[in-house]
């Protein structure tokens, strides 16, 4: 098979151009509409602090991190934007993907000398790192990052270039695990 039949019976995607584009125009639109970027980890925050205060709400009350996310009228911290957003983000990857032809069979993929519970275990530790890291770093990659160098933010920039760098780094270290 040669490389141009193998391009046009593979997957498709948006061109990076135009993916680029419509994700500026829409954190500029966040921006407008909601006065702050886009951000994943509020989503996941968010649920953990509902989580937390349907199971011990004396406990969130009384904790300072906690109680700020809570709303005074008893509505659920669920509703918010973020919150939609994600659910969002899920379903338009998912809907991408069923239309586009990438949507297949659970699967996880890993390097033939990689077992799948070593990629699982070295996926979980990384996800946990990333989320403690999103903690100190008071926000996730798209919040910092992408939320960040939109607004002018020194602190957004330095986030952007540590967080590419210092994945190249560890890349070299780790890549045995997917390749």
């Known amino acids: 098979m040669n490389k141009n039949t193998k391009i046009k019976n593979g ?19 966040t921006f407008f509409i909601a006065g702050r970027g886009l951000s994943a980890s509020g989503a996941v925050k968010l649920s953990i602090v509902t989580i937390v205060d349907k199971i011990a709400p004396s ?3 009384a904790n300072g991190y906690y109680s700020k996310f809570i709303p005074a009228d008893g509505s659920s911290p ?29 699967r996880i993929e890993h390097a033939p000398t990689v077992s799948s519970r070593t ?21 996730c990659s798209s919040g910092a990052a992408l939320s960040g160098t939109a607004s002018f933010s020194f602190g957004g920039l ?22």
């Open 158 to 179: 330095i986030v952007m270039l540590l967080m590419f760098g210092i994945g190249y780094a560890f890349a070299y270290f780790f890549r045995k695990l997917w390749i």
């Open 78 to 106: 669920l509703f918010n934007w973020l919150i939609f957003a994600a659910i969002g983000t899920f379903f338009g990857g998912m809907l991408s993907g069923a239309i586009f032809g990438r949507l297949k069979k659970f």
């Open 119 to 139: 990629r699982i275990i070295a996926a979980i530790i990384g996800g946990i790192l990333f989320g403690i890291g999103s903690q100190f770093g008071r926000g």
């Open 59 to 61: 406990h969130a009350m």
């Open 11 to 29: 997957p498709r995607y948006i061109n990076p151009y135009l993916g680029g584009i419509l994700l500026g125009l829409l954190l500029l639109a």
